[in-house]
């Protein structure tokens, strides 16, 4: 399918949990360092496969992670380079957006994910070295998660339990929290090197799988965290993300700095399925469709956005 150029080096991009073709995208100018930011709202055509942009908001800093809403169809949530958290409404204009900003981390916000099942609250990710919660109703977090002693780059609420999360840090562990206790409950030493990123599997609620500088994906049993259920080798550099597919229990993609993005059978001997090598960058963001099985979207800092069916060519036409 044709790419759509976002100009800006592209961090994160999302499937809209209500709208087959409605995806969004977290950009940063001059790959992040310094610059401003763009999160664009676009629309896949399903007849061409051509991807349009419906509307685009500005920041004065690069913008790191993104989330739709799970209860309302055109709010987003947008991690900044600034420390601030910011939201979105896709049916007002630039001008009356964003709706709202909080301004509590220290430094730069990485992660963002919105809670799937209590759908009101959502969590971010920070070089600060915490985690907070979140509700579009309070101008203030709920909550402050404070245990990473390295900065927490990204964070994943269980799809099966309202209250657990897990997040990722550079401090090479992977906590589970749950919110109603005053510490997290699980500690996986996870990697040897910075973990980048974490997500739940859709089908068990047991099994988290986690990615990392040191070039490997691993499946943990959070029952038993003293070691991995399998490690994924295979990429030449860090993995930048992994996640698993809502669809299939035993799949899971991801993308990494050595520009391509891999989909994986972690239960397969020979467990790489798929390698796609569209983009000429680091490849930084990385989904799955919810609706529509076997679709994926990618992004990276050649600034090019691909959506595309797996087992075909994200390059062609369709």
Request: proline share 5%; net charge negative; glycine share 6%.
């Amino acid at each position: 399918m044709p790419a759509f150029r976002t100009q800006f080096n592209g961090y994160s991009v999302k499937f809209s949990p209500f709208y087959e073709s409605r995806i969004l995208v977290a950009t940063a100018q001059n790959f992040g360092l310094v610059g401003n930011g763009r999160l664009h709202i676009l629309d896949l055509s399903p007849a061409t496969g051509v991807i349009s942009e419906l509307r685009s908001f500005e920041t004065s800093d690069g913008i790191y992670d993104c989330a739709w809403s799970e209860s309302h169809d055109s709010l987003a949530v947008a991690a900044v380079a600034d420390g601030s958290v910011k939201l979105w409404d896709a049916k007002l204009p630039p001008s009356s957006n964003p709706v709202r900003s909080f301004n509590e981390h220290a430094r730069e916000v990485y992660g963002v994910d919105w809670n799937p099942i209590r759908r009101d609250s959502f969590v971010t990710a920070s070089w600060d070295d915490t985690l907070k919660l979140w509700t579009v109703d309070r101008p203030t977090s709920i909550r402050t998660f404070q245990e990473h002693t390295y900065c927490v780059y990204s964070v994943s609420w269980s799809p099966r339990h309202a209250d657990v999360f897990a997040s990722a840090s550079g401090d090479s562990t992977v906590r589970v929290w749950d919110v109603r206790d005053p510490g997290s409950n699980v500690v996986i030493p996870a990697h040897n090197n910075e973990v980048l990123s974490c997500n739940w599997n859709k089908y068990d609620e047991c099994i988290l799988a986690t990615s990392s500088v040191d070039k490997t994906i691993r499946v943990w049993d959070v029952r038993s965290p003293q070691a991995p259920l399998v490690s994924l080798a295979g990429h030449s550099y860090g993995v930048k993300m992994v996640k698993f597919s809502p669809h299939r229990e035993n799949i899971l993609v991801s993308c990494s700095y050595d520009m391509t993005v891999r989909m994986w059978d972690y239960r397969a001997e020979d467990s790489m399925v798929s390698v796609y090598d569209q983009h000429t960058e680091f490849v930084y963001g990385l989904d799955l469709s919810v609706l529509i099985e076997g679709l994926i979207a990618s992004t990276g800092w050649d600034e090019l956005v691909y959506v595309w069916q797996h087992g075909n060519d994200p390059r062609a036409m369709p």
